[in-house]
């Protein structure tokens, strides 16, 4: 599976759009993008996935770019229980989980 | 659904003994993972299972972990013997079928003194 880059740690004003990049240049074709995110002190907790097209659900919405080779997490309107640590993570159908591969992640810490 | 289970949340125990994980997976997930996060590792995957059966346990560090899986209902991660470079966060997950989204339990604080 590709790996991907994250920035180490983001800004963010609360109410204000949180926008996490996510490199994966890498990507094959049938790998999936995935993002997790970890409230200090709990499990992960799964939040969205998508392949090429543009995903939104209650939570976040996924922009992939049209060459795949990176996406952007988006939360609309960031609180402070959205500060946690988010993982961007690929993976194809029916690979071995071994190699989803959680890796550093973006801290977002999300400002009053 | 109350999400997946973890017992005990917090284990303090000393070098040389027997730890027991427990974990109860989401009823009709078909998938369960056991995960370890430290500071300087960050999250591992230890193993998992497919319908009970263990599919990879590359990640078990040694010898002195095991895990089992005897119904859907229930899982186990044992260390025995246990040392201090073990403690860890451990989590246990679940999915269903293939999917990516894996559902993550609230974790085992281990403290191995």
């Known amino acids: 599976d590709a790996k991907t880059t994250q920035p180490t740690s983001m800004d963010c004003a609360e109410g204000r759009a949180a926008n996490l990049p996510c490199n994966h240049s890498?990507?094959?074709?049938?790998?999936?993008v995935y993002w997790y995110r970890q409230i200090h002190s709990q499990g992960p907790q799964y939040i969205i996935h998508?392949?090429?097209n543009n995903e939104t659900n209650e939570m976040a919405s996924l922009i992939i770019t049209e060459d795949r080779k990176s996406s952007t997490l988006i939360l609309p309107h960031a609180t402070l229980r959205d500060t946690a640590v988010y993982y961007c993570?690929?993976?194809?159908?029916?690979?071995?989980?071994?190699?989803?591969?959680f890796g550093s992640g973006t801290k977002l810490n999300v400002k009053p | 659904d109350a999400g997946v289970i973890q017992s005990p949340r917090h284990e303090v125990t000393e070098m040389g003994q027997e730890v027991t994980l427990r974990c109860k997976p989401i009823?009709?997930?078909?998938?369960l993972f056991w995960y370890r996060q430290t500071m300087m590792r960050g999250l591992e995957l230890l193993i998992y299972?497919?319908?009970?059966?263990?599919?990879?346990d590359s990640g078990m560090p040694e010898d002195r972990f095991s895990a089992k899986m005897p119904n859907a209902s229930f899982s186990t991660l044992k260390i025995q013997p246990s040392e201090p470079r073990d403690s860890a966060v451990y989590f246990c997950?679940?999915?269903?079928?293939?999917?990516?989204?894996?559902?993550f339990g609230p974790g085992t604080r281990l403290t191995v003194t």
């Open positions: 890498t990507i094959s074709g049938n790998e999936y």
């Open positions: 997950a679940s999915s269903f079928l293939q999917t990516g989204e894996q559902y």
């Open positions: 299972f497919n319908n009970n059966v263990p599919i990879d």
């Open positions: 998508g392949l090429k």
């Open positions: 009823s009709g997930h078909d998938y």
């Open positions: 993570i690929v993976r194809a159908p029916q690979s071995n989980f071994n190699k989803f591969y």
